[in-house]
């Protein structure tokens, strides 16, 4: 299994980064985790779009899904597609609001939003708390976090080995049996730790190393850092809490 970075900039694009995007590899199956603002013509330059085997939002904002409306029209408008759109319809794994929230993005306009069903292309399953998931080759498991809005962290599993991704949150217990063994955490650490930090949005580089040595994973990966915030200073608070620690690169790929 290999996890490769689309885009790792937190809250919104960042200078020659884009907002949040990966890939899950593992026997020619590929899986997209978020696809954030950019993510999508970097997915193009490594990858056919049309081999995606399956997609899992955590949710709903758009540095995590607003390209999925360029998906959208390549699936549906593409004039020459290698094969039946509606007999392959891709899974999209995400919220129960993904269907009408993302069709809301897609269209462009009232009216035309009163007809549009992107059920003919995709496929949606709402993610559910603590059901494990077949996606291709992996096992998934899903369990609510501490977001603003309705938000998931992920567990994949293949070969024996886990792959754990917070997703957007703040701290909560939940992250705890996400990340529990791990060989790789994938954590947002969006900011520098501080008290006055507001609740339930997302985690500083301490916490998510605090969480990493907690959880006993094997290598703890930081993503989602926004731009106003100092990389390095994120990346030390981590390393400080968790040593085995690496900031995510766009374009780089990491084994599991």
């Not at 900039?9 to 899986?31: K, Q, W």
């Not at 970097?42 to 998906?71: I, K, M, N, Y």
């Not at 498991?141 to 309705?150: F, I, Q, Y």
């Not at 957007?168 to 217990?173: L, S, V, Y």
């Amino acid at each position: 299994m290999r996890l490769t970075v689309l885009g790792c900039s937190g809250s919104l694009p960042g200078p020659g980064t884009p907002a949040s995007g990966y890939l899950v590899e593992a026997d020619g199956f590929l899986l997209a985790l978020e696809l954030g603002n950019g993510t999508f013509a970097e997915l193009q330059a490594r990858h056919d779009p049309f081999g995606l085997g399956a997609l899992v939002f955590s949710h709903l904002h758009p540095d995590h899904c607003a390209d999925f409306t360029a998906l959208t029209v390549l699936r549906r408008k593409h004039p020459e597609p290698p094969y039946d759109m509606r007999e392959r319809r891709l899974p999209v794994f995400a919220p129960g609001n993904a269907p009408a929230r993302l069709a809301a993005a897609y269209a462009p306009s009232e009216a035309k939003l009163a007809e549009t069903d992107l059920s003919d292309v995709f496929a949606f399953h709402p993610l559910r708390p603590g059901v494990g998931v077949h996606i291709g080759p992996f096992e998934m498991w899903s369990l609510p976090v501490d977001h603003t809005t309705e938000a998931f962290g992920v567990r994949v599993r293949h070969g024996g080995r886990t792959l754990a991704y917070t997703g957007d949150t703040g701290p909560c217990p939940a992250l705890d049996e996400l990340a529990d063994g791990a060989d790789v955490l994938l954590s947002e650490a969006t900011w520098t730790h501080s008290p006055t930090r507001p609740g339930g949005m997302h985690l500083s580089g301490r916490q998510a190393g605090e969480l990493a040595r907690r959880a006993g994973v094997g290598r703890l990966l930081i993503t989602h850092v926004a731009p106003w915030s100092d990389r390095d200073a994120v990346l030390a608070e981590a390393c400080a809490e968790f040593p085995a620690t690496v900031l995510v690169e766009p374009g780089a790929t990491y084994p599991v």
